[in-house]
């Protein structure tokens, strides 16, 4: 948020030097700076004019609305924890919000059947062209890098020329979450199917050209994307709830099921890949075994995670569709 967007509550300077202070540490608080521009209106609402964070404040905001979901309040929490301890070691008088345990999430990630990643590929792949729109082109290899490479979709969204490296077969994940940076390998498939995009796609286009970009050359929006996946799912055959899927839960057939084979020294490398800041626990997730024969053409190595023991584990089977 630019500084002109702040209200113009008692507390507007300390929200902005501490927005400043988080980013400068390598944080993007795009999720926590619309909280912090909630919060500096109700400052302006509730806040009589004081410069001082109170109690009856704080509750008041994180509090005050019934209908939020539980992990709306837990968010506003850590947000103004962070501010108020930042403002107390500005030395000014301040209260600070006591730790609370992370609401526990009732989803459930849809775990995809191998027909249904199938379909959806299918799907994808026959998508008819259209003189307003880039997604006949764009959809076959983001949902396929989503899938075969673990990204989160804002992590393919924003990925730009100069990120995919065709020669060396990598993918580099700028400011992705917590501010990290990682290299990903690709299968040989994918690489072959970047090369043969970005040849079709940009031709001249430059580094900083986006590499899934919108018809004007910006780039492609989540909820744009989303409805192409909700399309994609109904020509597939794949019923949607209202609850999911998710274009995230592409992610977990693929990586979620190297840890339930109890290779626990390779852990740190999954997660790596993914770009996780924490290892998570796999039991619930089932191992789908996937045929290789039909689709030796999706094939994905696993020798940049140092487990080429792997398919001799499953049998005759690969771990991933990309």
Not at 174 to 184: F, L, M, T, W
Not at 209 to 235: A, I, K, S
Not at 267 to 286: A, C, H, L, P, Y
Request: proline letters at 7%; glycine letters at 8%.
């Amino acid at each position: 948020m630019a500084a002109n967007d702040w209200g113009s509550s008692s507390l507007a300077g300390d929200l902005r030097a501490f927005l400043q202070e988080i980013r400068l540490a390598g944080y993007q608080y795009r999720r926590e700076d619309r909280i912090l521009e909630k919060f500096d209106a109700y400052c302006v609402a509730h806040g009589e004019g004081s410069r001082v964070l109170t109690r009856p404040l704080v509750d008041g905001f994180c509090y005050g609305i019934a209908y939020e979901k539980p992990s709306t309040p837990y968010a506003k929490e850590r947000v103004l924890r962070r501010f108020g301890t930042f403002l107390a070691r500005q030395g000014q008088e301040s209260y600070i919000l006591p730790v609370s345990a992370r609401p526990r999430s009732a989803y459930q990630p849809y775990i995809f059947t191998i027909e249904e990643l199938r379909q959806l590929f299918r799907a994808s792949d026959s998508r008819a062209a259209h003189p307003l729109s880039t997604h006949s082109r764009t959809d076959p290899l983001l949902f396929r890098l989503v899938y075969g490479c673990g990204l989160r979709i804002s992590e393919a969204l924003n990925l730009q020329m100069h990120d995919v490296d065709v020669d060396a077969g990598t993918l580099t994940i700028r400011h992705a979450k917590n501010g990290k940076e990682r290299r990903i390998p690709m299968a040989p498939g994918v690489v072959s199917r970047c090369r043969q995009y970005q040849a079709s796609m940009h031709g001249a286009g430059g580094p900083t050209t986006y590499f899934f970009p919108n018809r004007t050359g910006g780039r492609l929006n989540h909820t744009t994307v989303y409805r192409e996946f909700r399309d994609l799912l109904w020509q597939a055959g794949i019923p949607h709830s209202g609850q999911g899927p998710r274009i995230h839960d592409l992610r977990y057939p693929n990586l979620n099921k190297i840890p339930t084979l109890g290779i626990k020294r390779d852990e740190r490398r999954v997660q790596g890949r993914k770009g996780w800041g924490f290892v998570f626990t796999f039991s619930w997730i089932s191992l789908h075994r996937i045929p290789l024969s039909p689709l030796s053409h999706f094939s994905i190595s696993l020798r940049p995670f140092g487990l080429p023991h792997l398919p001799r584990l499953l049998g005759p089977s690969i771990l991933a569709l990309t």
